[in-house]
């Protein structure tokens, strides 16, 4: 088991020269590709609305706007075209990145559960190599594929202090699995078969959360926030054989409602993944955002970002655009929001563009 365990480590680690598929290829060689704990309204407008957003299980403090018991769910369909080595190739993936349920426990507090991605660490990478075998070279393939991730269920509370403040905290249990795979192929089918070795590797960490939302105007609200993560244990069966740090993140947002059809927002975070260990890189990302409307509203937003893993010596970036809209049913118990985003990525000679339909739903019984 824990020659299996170096086998997996040591193939995950190593720099792939092709790659068939994957979450992304920036985060193949690091803990994989953060999610964003944003609901479908919120990413339509770039990430801006998210720390004012109870469907969003971004900050803890906003739960407190959920005036009944509300459940809602995301799901994303994303295509990718990925750019390497002078070759393209485009890539599907479907994922449901969110889902929360939260509501009122008493007069003044507000509680809520909310599943997430953490991180996503499905791939599929090929490198190509030989070795010297009874004095003759015999060329192979490596291939390592994992498919799973790390999730993020968060137990949070919110409550309103006066008329203008509100405080949230959050207790985060990161927990989830990925099936990996190591397998050489060689050239010479006839003499070598190939070799397969699998395991499955969990997760185990924990993470808190605090925040807090003043509103320091009738019509302007700014919201900060902070999260602690600790350590990430790798689990191969019963053996340890990773253990990697979790960045600490903060961040601040502003809201402003100049009329009630119109609402602006703004935001910031910092991220310390370079605790992660080498090839991390610490982070900075930002978004602005604006919603039109009431009935049917108008979503737009923007993005900046850059990502915690990646091949070159300096942190990967990202830049996004987004749409949306949404339609309220049944008196509004029911809510469908749909958006439209555009991710471009690049760094050290890669390069990827992304498209993500998204589709939400939130229900107040």
Do not use: C
């Amino acid at each position: 088991m824990k020659t299996l365990a170096v086998a997996l480590v040591v193939l995950v680690l190593g720099t792939a020269r092709a790659v068939r598929a994957q979450d992304s290829q920036f985060s193949i060689s690091g803990l994989g590709t953060p999610g964003r704990g944003e609901s479908v309204r919120a990413r339509s407008t770039g990430g801006a609305m998210a720390a004012f957003d109870p469907n969003s299980p971004f900050i803890d403090a906003s739960l407190v706007d959920l005036r009944a018991t509300a459940a809602s769910a995301a799901e994303g369909a994303t295509y990718r075209n990925v750019t390497a080595g002078g070759s393209s190739t485009w890539l599907q993936t479907t994922r449901y990145p969110v889902f929360a349920v939260g509501g009122p426990l008493s007069r003044h507090v507000v509680v809520g559960v909310s599943f997430t991605t953490y991180l996503d660490q499905t791939y599929d990478a090929v490198t190509r190599d030989s070795q010297l075998v009874r004095g003759t070279v015999e060329p192979y393939n490596n291939s390592v594929a994992s498919n799973g991730g790390v999730s993020d269920i968060r137990v949070a509370a919110a409550m309103r202090v006066g008329t203008r403040l509100a405080l949230g905290v959050g207790v985060h249990a990161l927990t989830g699995s990925t099936r990996q795979t190591a397998t050489r192929t060689y050239d010479d089918t006839v003499d070598y078969r190939p070799i397969i070795q699998t395991g499955t590797v969990t997760y185990s960490g924990w993470g808190v959360s605090g925040s807090a939302i003043l509103r320091i105007a009738p019509a302007a609200a700014l919201a900060i926030f902070g999260r602690q993560d600790g350590t990430l244990n790798s689990h191969l069966g019963d053996s340890l054989v990773a253990t990697s740090k979790l960045p600490a993140s903060y961040g601040g947002a502003v809201l402003l409602t100049p009329w009630p059809a119109l609402r602006l927002a703004g935001s910031v975070e910092w991220q310390t993944w370079s605790r992660s260990g080498q090839g991390a890189f610490d982070t900075m990302g930002w978004s602005a955002g604006l919603e039109l409307g009431h009935a049917t509203p108008l979503r737009l937003g923007v993005r900046g970002d850059q990502l915690p893993f990646g091949p070159g010596s300096a942190a990967p970036t990202q830049t996004g655009v987004a749409v949306g809209t949404s339609k309220t049913l049944a008196s509004g118990r029911g809510v469908i929001d749909v958006g439209l985003e555009r991710l471009s990525r690049s760094g050290s000679g890669l390069q990827e563009e992304v498209w993500t339909l998204l589709l939400g739903v939130s229900i107040r019984p």
